[in-house]
């Protein structure tokens, strides 16, 4: 049987398309995109004339409709329901899939993490046990310790060997050392510091004349180091050195807020804060003296510093 001929509605379908768009199209972009001139398009829409093939599937894919929307004004047919039924068995199958895959990297991303996590306990460990790595838990750095004497109204210092504001050089000369510029800072700003050196006179003799002429190259008014910094010294044995700090709270809180929470409640006692000085060429710091040893350390320091003389 033959099959029933098609009505031809280019022309109709054309019109209805260039007003349906006519916001953004005009015959005028439309012959331009076509290659051809605008007489020619305002014929196609008057049915004049009719466009090539090649011209249709340009007009086609300007409007993004199918070629038998274009000439003969039919939608495409809808999906049997046969057609519907495979696309849903096919997109749970992706989703299925899809489950899996994120399923295996959810598995993947949780054996990673407890291998790491046995990892670097395994390797913590052995670092705690390794005797070369064990440090005091109150152990803290030279730069935690400038720090708080930035923020110390007074700083008294017991030592037998160099102060840790100055450094003695390779051709024995005496230099500024680490904590220098907070001693400069301290003094400047009214704060006190004592010295209480341990051992023999003529062996701290030079590092108080380095101070005097470190202070001198600063620029310093004399009797304001006079004011501010005493030195005295006992010829008697220490222990270790020891430092003790009278905070400004205040100022240690706002400024150091880690280091206060770290010492509020272990290391400062009625706004003092001491730690026994460690000076090693590879290891300078200080371990935080325990809070019930404090006061037998201010028990020593005032006592020594009594019967000390002046240097």
Known sequence: MAQAEREIKFDE???????????????KKLATALGVSGTTVSHYVTGRIRP???ALIAIAAFFNVTLDYLVFGER??????????NLRVEVMRAMAETNAYHGRQR???????????????????ALLEDPENASPSGFFTDAEAMAIEACARRTRVMTRGVPASLAVETDGMVGRGPFFDILLGSVLNGRN???LFYGARPNFE??????????????????????????RIIDTELPAGLVLYDLDLQQFERREPVLWERFRHDGIVD???????????????GIVLRN???????????????????L
Do not use: C
């Open 13 to 27: 379908i054309l019109k209805s398309l260039l007003d349906r768009h006519r916001a953004t199209v005009t015959q």
């Open 52 to 54: 090539s093939f090649q």
């Open 76 to 85: 495409v047919v809808q999906a049997s329901a046969a057609d519907a039924d």
């Open 107 to 125: 598995d993947l991303v949780v054996r990673v993490n407890r291998r790491l996590y046995d990892e670097v306990e395994r390797v913590a460990r």
């Open 193 to 195: 510091y004592q010295y």
């Open 206 to 231: 030079p590092y108080v004349k380095a101070y005097r002429d470190l202070f001198d190259d600063a620029d310093l008014p004399p009797d304001l180091f006079d004011e501010h910094v005493d030195f």
């Open 271 to 285: 706004g003092i804060f001491a730690y026994v000085s460690i000076r090693h060429e590879e290891s300078n710091g």
């Open 292 to 310: 019930e040893y404090l006061a037998s350390a201010l028990r020593m320091f005032d006592r020594d510093w009594t019967q000390a003389k002046q």
